[in-house]
């Protein structure tokens, strides 16, 4: 079992950033793949950003590349979501994710996933 908890939401100026981190608790963490999803007002849960087992893999969704950059520290059991030139689309609750893997990929739908953190807000006001 993985317990997850983000931290770091908040409300912005749009051209802002933040900087969420997910802290994980209960298993080993270095051979779990991790992501982040973003869910808005009326929208079904997107994928943001994904990470493999080492960090040595990332891949992100359409709307985020070169503004968003996902990174893991396994000394410290973290991720961490970095947000640049956040715009109000990015307005959302932000979610950790996590599942075991031993290949070593990255992992982009919701269902791919087994375990969740509880969501953070995030806020980008024009």
């Known amino acids: 079992q993985v317990q997850l908890v983000e931290s770091g939401g908040g409300l912005v100026q749009a ?8 802290a994980a608790s209960g298993r080993t963490f270095s051979p779990i793949a991790m992501g982040w999803f973003r869910q808005g007002p009326g ?16 891949y992100y969704g359409e709307s985020v590349k070169g503004r ?12 961490y979501l970095q947000m640049n030139s956040l715009q109000p689309e990015d307005t959302a609750v932000y979610y ?3 599942r075991r893997d031993d290949s070593g990929r990255v992992f982009i739908g919701p269902s791919e996933y ?5 969501g953070t807000q995030v806020t980008v006001s024009s």
């Open 15 to 22: 051209g802002g950033s933040l900087r969420l981190s997910c």
């Open 43 to 58: 929208k079904d849960r997107a994928f943001v950003a994904g990470i493999s087992r080492n960090g040595g893999r990332t």
């Open 68 to 79: 968003f950059t996902i990174s893991r520290d396994n000394a410290k059991n973290t991720v």
């Open 96 to 98: 950790c994710a996590a």
């Open 114 to 118: 087994e375990y969740w953190g509880q």
